[in-house]
């Protein structure tokens, strides 16, 4: 069998070259919860200045933005009827 059709080394490489590749699951049991799962760009912060959490390909020398992660995200929200 040759090397390139080794399907650990094919899956390999189409792990190392893939961007963003990821499940998004919102309002989940009908509550402002979203949950995101896979390889995905993370950003934190204010959009103006935002700190990105990422990884690096040490084969191809670049700085590739995503991480393999799970994040869940939750936005409360107030009732306008109970704020006096």
Do not use: C
């Not at 963003?20 to 959009?47: E, F, H, M, V």
């Not at 103006?48 to 991480?67: C, E, I, K, Q, S």
């Amino acid at each position: 069998m040759p090397a390139n059709t080794d399907p650990v080394q094919v899956l390999k490489s189409v792990m190392e070259s893939l961007d963003n590749a990821y499940l998004k699951w919102k309002n989940i049991l009908d509550q402002p919860l979203t949950l995101s799962a896979g390889r995905q760009d993370i950003a934190l912060g204010d959009p103006d200045d935002w700190w990105l959490v990422m990884a690096r390909h040490p084969r191809d020398g670049f700085v590739t933005f995503f991480l393999d992660s799970i994040r869940m995200d939750y936005v409360a929200k107030t009732d306008p009827d109970t704020s006096t």
